[in-house]
Structure formats: C-alpha cells, structure tokens
C-alpha cells in the first residue's frame, strides 16, 4: 500500500505537468492566429494577484507591481469598515511611535516658528540633556546641512533626528548671549513617549489623572501616578479620558482590574472567525478603596470606552460628560517584511452588561461615519441629553440592575453639556489663527533666562501674576492682524488670559503646569468635583450644581485640532 501511494505522487503529478503544457502551447496557438492576447484568470481566489500581474507584464507602460499594490489595498479595505486600513512603510513608524510608548531620537521638544527649529525643552534624562542642550536653543545645522532660515521643510527635521539608538548626529545651535554656534555630538537613545499627561491634586483628597492614549507603558504610568497621589492623601479619584482616542486594550483592562474587587467582567470580544473571549479581573486592586469618576467626552474612543464601559456596568463609579465616539471593533495587526502594516477587524467589543460599543456604520461610507460628531452638535445631542432618544431594544442592565443603553458609544451617568459662554467672535479669530499658543511661545522665549529655574506650579503661577498678559496679548493680537473688540474682549476675558497662562506654564514646566491652570475654565473637571463633594444627591441634581456649564469641548474642537499641531512641542 504504501509503494501504491508513492507510485502515484510520482506519476499524478507528471501526467498534470504534461496535460498543462499541452493546455498551454494550444491555447498560445489559438490566440496567435486571433492577433488578440487572452487573459487566463486563475480561481477567484487568486483574481487580484492575476490581474496586478497582467497590468505589469502587458500594459502599455511601465508599472511596478509594488506601486499597484499601495494603490489597491487602501481601495480593498475602504469597502469593509472604517477602521480596517493598511499602513504604508513610511508611515508606519509615525503612526506607532504613540502605542509604543518611545522612539529613537536625541530627545528634544521643539516648535519650527520662522523657519527655524526652537527647543522647547529637552527630555528629562534623554540624550540632549545630558550633554547640556538647553530651553531656547535653536538648531541652526544638523550633520553639517543648514536648517534655518532656508525654508527647509518642517517635515524633513525628525528624519534628520531621529535614527536608531546608538547613532550619533552632529548639531549646531545658536545660544542666547553666546556668538558662535554650540556643537554637540549626540548619540541616539530610547526616548519616552508618556500617556499619562499629568497628576496632581486640585483638591484636598480628590486626585486627578490625565491619560492621552493607551500605549504599552500607560498601565505602569497610572500605576505610578495613583501611587503618588496616594501619597498626598487621595480617598477620591477622577480619571480623565476625555479626547483619549484608544490603543491597546490591555492597558485598558488592566487598569479596569485595578478598580475591581473580586472576579468580574470587564469586557468581552466575539466575531464571526473569533469565539467568544471574557477578559475578567482579579481579586485585590490598587484602587478598589477609591471612590471613582471617569471622564469622557465624544472623542473618547476605544479602549476608552472599554475603560468607561466597565466602570459603569460594575456600578463601580461614575460616568461624567458626554457620549463618547462609538468604536467598538477590535483591530488585527499583520506586518509585511517591507515594513508596512494592515490592521484588520476581526471582533466586536461588548461591555459586561453585553453593549456593543460600535456605533452604526455602512460600509465603504467613511465619510458619514466620522462626520457623526458633527451630526450629533447639529443634532442638539452636545446641549440638551433629551435629544438623544433609545429604543427599548437597546436597554441593558448594569450589576445592580440600572439601565444603560447601548447603540453605540458610552452613555454618562452625569450628562454635561457643551455651552459657548464665553466665546466671542474675537475669540474665534485669535484661536483660530493660533495667536494665544503664538503669543505664549514668544512669551517664554522673550523670559527664557528667568523662567528656566522654575520647576513647581505655584512659582509659575506667582511669576505670571507680575504681568498684564491680557494687554500683552491684545497688543500681540493688532500686530497680527486682528484688531481689539473691547466689548467681546471683556466677554472673554477669564477664557483669554486662563489659555495664555496655561500654555506658558506648559512651555516652562510641561503638563504639570498647564492643566491645574485649565482647571478654572474646565467645568466638566469642576462638576466632577462637586459631584464627589455632593455625592448625596441625584445626577439630575448635580447637574444643576454649577450655574455656567462646560466650554471645554469647545476649547478642545478650537484648540487641539490646530494650533496644537502647529505650535505645541514636537519630539525628536
């Protein structure tokens, strides 16, 4: 039987050789005498690859196959959902620098103002500082090539600093007081990229932490953040997740766990080629002593929403601020040797209560799906929580029986509506043109000598009440082109000048400077804090405590979105 068998793998295979090759000088015959050239597709499976390949060996001129594919893959998945995508070499490691938690580069913060590259300041214990490259400097050279005021493209600068640890590149840069340049050789290293923007104390046992996204290094981050505000005294804990777009899912659960007594569900994943899969917390938290409110807003996303999700279900805190995004697909990363990416859906996540996060979506409609925000404020969903209705079909029920809803995102507990008081045309003109993030870099460089000892907020805070920064900037604003309103000035006035400060502080002492500043204009962090102070009453109640309401979705839409592009630090 077994000589059977090998007699037949040998002879089956010639015969179907000899039987193709016939196939093939018959059909190379037919088609000769038809003057036409006829395509031979392969299965459907493999229709695509046999099409590239035809276009690269027939077309009329010369097209790589590498090209096509680029072209075609994007196109491919724009049709399945709106988080399926491919990533392209190039882009890559830009897009996945944030979930990593690092880059390799020489570890400097910079604006690139006037065609010339600024240190904002260098990384604590990173490469730059160490060898004494200070706030204000300006890199003139980089490998001995010219990079200021020679229109030399802003994109180009990381490219030139960052590299592989353990290489050297050569700056040139021109110091305050000092005529000739200051060269530096620096040797590349492992520069961190943290998630966790800040955490601090804005009241006596109410701690405050700020998670941007959630990377490889966030778990550990929060964990050393909670643990010196325990220091401080912390019984009450709010975590803000409000813009945090997501990431890994671990770091969510894993900070979930934290918060959760006993075993209980924090999410679950299920597809259609992927079972069911419960991920469940362990008994003995860091934080499960705590009292918790977690923020969220319309751009929280993802793992956030997983975070928020899970916290709410457990009747483990509470929910303030608005409906978050709505994305609940679970991503698949597959790599490529040429360095490119594709992330695939392959699941759905459900909250404990069995929410799916996602919210509708048709597919190859991008556009509709991620115009949904601005659908919801024109909607009214951003003023009035009545505009947002649910069917009985989407009722759910959390560990002690109170209803939430899915249909997608996170519903709050607490609702707090966008308002614009406070804003003026004046406002608009001066943010939209970046002049408060402007005028506070100009601020800081002007004062570098005397701010670069302060390293506490209360100094920056006594530091900054010695100036009438309001005219300053009025002042700043005519030179650029936008004349002073007196009337919307005054209008605006605690908005104006609370912007200005914290982004000074930013500038001097980073985050830790620039949110406990934020906090008097943030009515969301302020509602929250009187919700843990007023604990006794209903959500209707407290949202009632506070009589002006939230503009900080409205900084975060004028502000984030573009001057924070522009003129906050970039890393390298």
């Known amino acids: 039987m077994i000589y059977e068998n090998r007699k037949k793998d040998i002879i089956y295979p010639i015969v179907l050789g000899v039987v193709l090759i016939i196939g093939i000088i018959i059909g190379f015959k037919i088609n000769k005498g038809s003057g036409r050239t006829s395509l031979l597709v392969n299965p459907k499976t493999d229709k695509l690859t046999s099409v590239l390949k035809y276009i690269e060996d027939d077309y009329v001129d010369t097209v790589g196959i590498g090209q096509l594919v680029e072209l075609t893959l994007p196109a491919v998945l724009k049709n399945l959902d709106p988080h399926s995508i491919y990533i392209p070499a190039k882009e890559f490691q830009g897009m996945n620098e ?20 600024i240190v904002i300041s260098p990384v604590k214990g990173g490469p730059s500082e160490r060898l004494g490259v200070l706030s204000g400097d300006r890199i003139i050279k980089i490998n001995g090539k010219t990079v200021a005021g020679v229109k030399f493209p802003a994109d180009s600068i990381p490219k030139l600093l960052k590299g592989t640890t353990g290489t050297k590149v050569k700056i040139g840069v021109k110091r305050k007081g000092v005529n000739e340049l ?19 104390m804005p009241s006596n046992d109410i701690g405050y932490i700020k998670i941007n996204t959630f990377s490889k290094t966030t778990y550990q981050e929060f964990l050393k953040a909670n643990e010196k505000l325990k220091g401080y005294g912390m019984k009450k804990l709010i975590v803000d997740l409000r813009g945090n777009t997501g990431g890994y899912m671990d770091a969510a659960t894993n900070i979930a766990d934290e918060f959760l007594d006993s075993t209980r569900l924090i999410v679950y994943t299920q597809g259609k080629s992927r079972s069911r899969q419960n991920i469940y917390s362990n008994p003995g938290g860091e934080c499960i002593n705590e009292k ?4 969220i807003d319309e751009f929280a996303a993802s793992a956030s929403e997983i975070l928020a999700g899970a916290i709410q279900d457990n009747d483990r805190g509470t929910i303030i601020g608005r409906r978050s995004f709505g994305k609940g697909l679970v991503q698949e990363q597959v790599y490529f040797k040429d360095g490119s990416a594709l992330r695939l859906t392959t699941a759905r996540y459900y909250t404990p209560s069995g929410r799916s996060i996602q919210k509708p979506y048709s597919s190859g409609n991008d556009d509709n799906y991620f115009n949904d925000i601005s659908n919801r404020f024109q909607h009214g969903e951003f003023q009035q929580v009545d505009s947002i209705k649910f069917t009985d079909s989407l009722k759910y029920y959390t560990s002690k029986g109170r209803i939430v809803y899915g249909g997608g995102g996170i519903m709050p507990d607490v609702f707090i509506p966008l308002d614009t008081n406070g804003i003026s045309p004046y406002l608009t003109k001066v943010a939209n043109r970046n002049l408060i993030y402007r005028f506070a870099f100009d601020f800081t460089e002007r004062h ?10 209360e100094s920056v805070k006594n530091y900054l009440n010695g100036f009438n920064l309001l005219s300053e900037f009025i002042a700043f604003a005519e030179r650029n082109g936008i004349p002073a309103n007196q009337r919307q000035i005054s209008h605006s006035k605690l908005i104006i000048e609370t912007q200005i400060k914290a982004v000074i502080a930013r500038n001097i002492i980073d985050e830790d400077g620039f949110y406990p500043f934020i906090l008097e204009i943030d009515e969301t962090l302020k509602k929250a804090i009187e919700y843990f102070n007023k604990k006794e009453l209903s959500s209707e109640e407290v949202s009632m405590l506070s009589p002006k309401l939230s503009i900080q979705g409205w900084i975060r839409a004028q502000l984030k979105t573009t001057a924070r592009k522009d003129l906050v630090s970039h890393s390298a």
């Open 182 to 200: 200051i060269d530096f050789d620096i040797i590349r290293d492992k520069i961190p990229i943290y998630s966790v923007d800040v955490s601090y």
């Open 292 to 295: 918790v409110i977690i923020l």
């Open 98 to 117: 944030p979930l990593e938690g690092g880059f390799d580069g020489i570890g400097v913060q910079y604006n690139m103002p006037n065609d010339t590259v």
């Open 448 to 457: 570098r000598n005397e701010v670069r000892g302060i390293k506490e907020f």
